[in-house]
């Protein structure tokens, strides 16, 4: 079984590489920020607040996430594995995600962490404002907020997969295909 958690700062290229490892490994895609923009569609009570968190560019509450999380798992029990796109995003999150993991007899195999400086990772995510429609894809200040929010509270999650030698570092600059190419090689030594 591949479980992979996919790394990264907003706009590193997750969901573009999350796409290409799921058609090539057969994984289910669990991306926090796909299943939060669907309650906010919704319009549920949980959508409601993390529209409001999102426009401050701050993060959600770890308990919300992990009861995401352990709701996702238990609906794919048996497949092939799982690609964590946005998730963990604390080190309270990483350490639940073991746990649930360890309850199904599962673990992680690897965080594969997408490098990009912030001045490309800004130019990126003003790019994709342009069409995704999203109001914080689209004001450098929110922008700026998201990335100091990963710096503060996410990148450390790095150190807790690199403290169990699963830490893999990708440079998440190139094309489309080069990016996705390492990432494979990595994948494979595990399948």
């Known amino acids: ?15 573009t590489q999350s796409d290409l490892i799921v058609e090539k490994f057969d994984l289910v895609h669990i991306s926090t920020g796909d299943l939060l923009r669907a309650e906010i569609k919704k319009q549920s009570d949980l959508g409601k607040q993390a529209q ?3 426009d401050k560019g701050l993060l959600m509450p770890d308990s919300i996430m992990i009861d995401i999380i352990q709701n996702k798992l238990s609906e794919h029990i048996g497949c092939n594995g799982f690609i964590f796109d946005g998730f963990p995003r604390t080190s309270v999150q990483a350490q639940a995600l073991d746990k649930l993991l360890n309850q199904n007899n599962m673990e992680v195999s690897t965080m594969i962490s997408l490098e990009v400086d912030t001045p490309v990772i800004v130019q990126r995510i003003l790019e994709r404002g342009k069409v995704s429609g999203r109001a914080d894809d689209k004001d450098e200040s929110i922008i700026l907020k998201r990335i100091e929010e990963y710096q503060a509270k996410t990148a450390p999650v790095k150190e807790f997969y690199k403290k169990q030698q699963k830490l893999t570092e990708i440079t998440g600059v190139g094309t489309i295909d080069e990016i996705f190419s390492k990432i494979e090689e990595v994948c494979c030594t595990f399948v």
């Open 1 to 15: 079984m591949l479980n992979i958690v996919l790394f990264g700062p907003p706009g590193a290229g997750k969901g």
């Open 52 to 54: 409001q968190l999102i």
